[in-house]
């Protein structure tokens, strides 16, 4: 935005020399301001304000009349009929003006009600014969960011601090009943219980951040679904047959899509882990794959079942979130992080797929994912009921 301001300011005092600044003059009606002409500005002027396709810029008179305002401006609220807003924007570049210095402010714009306040940061720079030139830059989605960090900062903070304090206390038990055998032992047991829960929270931690720094879809390559299927599944054959539990795998075979093929394994094995985690013991999870049709585009289908507790309407929509967990108690005893399924969100979004979810207390639940598929002739058209 520096650069832009500068280069525009620029062109902008380049206008004053010869005849141009009489001539901008006549056709700005800056001389006379009850002048029925609309007020425009140059067109050099004009065109590079409108090929700011992400940034909102304003050029307002010296009597507050808006003399040209782009696209943006008038889609990020800053920019309404034939004046400027909203009011603190306004009380700003009347200070520019008279102070002649350029400054940079945080604003809060809303566009419209119903609408989410829009936070922007804005450029205000003084030009010629009382002009005022004004940028504003959407901050919103950088807030957001922002917020998110400091929030998954502290949550990482809180749930490192449970099994380290967990560990310490029994270590300090483990001194006290040191001429108890048996008390070691048992506090020994609950110490690797730990120290197992630490390694899974840490691994996942490190695996979202991975994921994080890496674009699946920069150079993908063709990912064969059966393969990522029985990886997926033989990763969680271990903890499926403690619980005396079926993994059933069913559909269309030989589907292709493009993408990574060990994100995709870390996808689907979190959702059969989480179904795992959540259904009762000899329950049966179901796998099933198939190629549909979503607005003309081919898609594959990956659907994870349980007959598990299932999941209150309440709290579907907050089971992506990191450390969100929907039975606490549940998934502490069984070493979960709260991150698998923020962990398969990203996957599937930085796949270009989405993720949803159809739950019932009680009945269990069904995640379906869909993600863009290489070439293949689809065989059903998406839209059907859940089974």
Same mark, same amino acid.
């Given at each position: 935005?520096?650069?832009?301001?500068?280069?525009?300011?620029?062109?902008?005092?380049?206008?004053?020399?010869?005849?141009?600044?009489?001539?901008?003059?006549?056709?700005?009606?800056?001389?006379?301001?009850?002048?029925?002409?609309?007020?425009?500005?140059?067109?050099?002027?004009?065109?590079?304000?409108?090929?700011?396709?992400?940034?909102?810029?304003?050029?307002?008179?010296?009597?507050?009349?808006?003399?040209?305002?782009?696209?943006?401006?008038?889609?990020?609220?800053?920019?309404?009929?034939?004046?400027?807003?909203?009011?603190?924007?306004?009380?700003?570049?009347?200070?520019?003006?008279?102070?002649?210095?350029?400054?940079?402010?945080?604003?809060?714009?809303?566009?419209?009600?119903?609408?989410?306040?829009?936070?922007?940061?804005?450029?205000?720079?003084?030009?010629?014969?009382?002009?005022?030139?004004?940028?504003?830059?959407?901050?919103?989605?950088?807030?957001?960011?922002?917020?998110?960090?400091?929030?998954?900062?502290? =949550?990482?903070?809180?749930? /490192?601090? !449970?099994?380290?304090?967990?560990? @310490?206390? &029994? %270590?300090? *038990?483990? +001194?006290?009943?040191?001429?108890?055998?048996?008390?070691?032992?048992?506090?020994?047991?609950?110490?690797?219980?730990?120290?197992?829960?630490?390694?899974?929270?840490?691994?996942?931690?490190?695996?979202?951040?991975?994921?994080?720094?890496?674009?699946?879809l920069f150079l993908p390559g063709p990912v =064969?679904?059966?393969?990522? /299927?029985? !990886?997926?599944?033989?990763?969680? @054959?271990? &903890? %499926?047959? *403690?619980? +005396?539990?079926?993994?059933?795998?069913?559909?269309?075979?030989?589907?292709?899509?493009?993408?990574?093929?060990?994100?995709?394994?870390?996808?689907?094995?979190?959702?059969?882990?989480?179904?795992?985690?959540?259904?009762?013991?000899?329950?049966?999870?179901?796998?099933?794959?198939?190629?549909?049709?979503?607005?003309?585009?081919?898609?594959?289908?990956?659907?994870?079942?349980?007959?598990?507790?299932?999941?209150?309407?309440?709290?579907?929509?907050?089971?992506?979130?990191?450390?969100?967990?929907?039975?606490?108690?549940?998934?502490?005893?069984?070493?979960?992080?709260?991150?698998?399924?923020?962990?398969?969100?990203?996957?599937?979004?930085?796949?270009?797929?989405?993720?949803?979810?159809?739950?019932?207390?009680?009945?269990?639940?069904?995640?379906?994912?869909?993600?863009?598929?290489?070439?293949?002739?689809?065989?059903?058209?998406?839209?059907?009921?859940?089974?």
């Open positions: 935005m520096e650069i832009i301001l500068v280069a525009l300011i620029a062109l902008a005092i380049g206008l004053s020399h010869a005849p141009v600044v009489a001539w901008l003059r006549r056709r700005t009606g800056i001389e006379d301001v009850l002048n029925t002409e609309p007020p425009r500005v140059h067109e050099q002027l004009a065109v590079a304000l409108d090929v700011l396709e992400e940034t909102a810029a304003v050029v307002v008179g010296p009597h507050d009349e808006l003399f040209h305002a782009n696209a943006q401006a008038k889609a990020f609220g800053v920019a309404r009929g034939t004046r400027i807003a909203p009011d603190l924007l306004l009380d700003e570049v009347r200070a520019v003006r008279e102070s002649g210095e350029t400054r940079r402010i945080p604003l809060s714009v809303r566009q419209e009600i119903g609408v989410p306040v829009l936070e922007v940061r804005a450029v205000i720079a003084p030009l010629i014969d009382g002009m005022v030139l004004v940028f504003a830059d959407d901050s919103s989605v950088r807030q957001r960011t922002d917020d998110i960090k400091r929030d998954f900062i502290a =949550n990482v903070s809180h749930e /490192l601090k !449970t099994p380290v304090g967990a560990m @310490r206390v &029994l %270590a300090e *038990a483990v +001194q006290q009943a040191v001429d108890d055998p048996r008390a070691v032992e048992r506090f020994s047991e609950r110490m690797i219980s730990e120290a197992d829960r630490l390694n899974g929270l840490v691994a996942q931690i490190i695996e979202l951040s991975r994921l994080q720094s890496h674009d699946p =064969n679904l059966d393969e990522v /299927l029985a !990886t997926a599944i033989d990763h969680c @054959r271990e &903890l %499926a047959d *403690a619980r +005396q539990m079926m993994l059933n795998v069913s559909g269309q075979s030989g589907l292709c899509l493009p993408g990574n093929t060990e994100q995709l394994v870390s996808a689907v094995e979190n959702l059969v882990t989480n179904a795992i985690t959540y259904s009762e013991d000899r329950a049966r999870v179901a796998i099933t794959t198939r190629m549909v049709v979503v607005d003309e585009e081919s898609m594959v289908e990956i659907r994870v079942a349980d007959n598990g507790i299932g999941i209150s309407p309440e709290e579907q929509q907050r089971v992506f979130e990191r450390f969100y967990r929907v039975d606490d108690a549940r998934s502490r005893a069984s070493g979960g992080s709260g991150l698998g399924l923020a962990i398969v969100k990203h996957i599937v979004g930085a796949h270009g797929g989405t993720i949803s979810l159809w739950s019932s207390p009680g009945q269990g639940s069904t995640f379906t994912i869909l993600l863009p598929a290489l070439a293949a002739e689809p065989e059903v058209t998406a839209g059907e009921g859940e089974p």
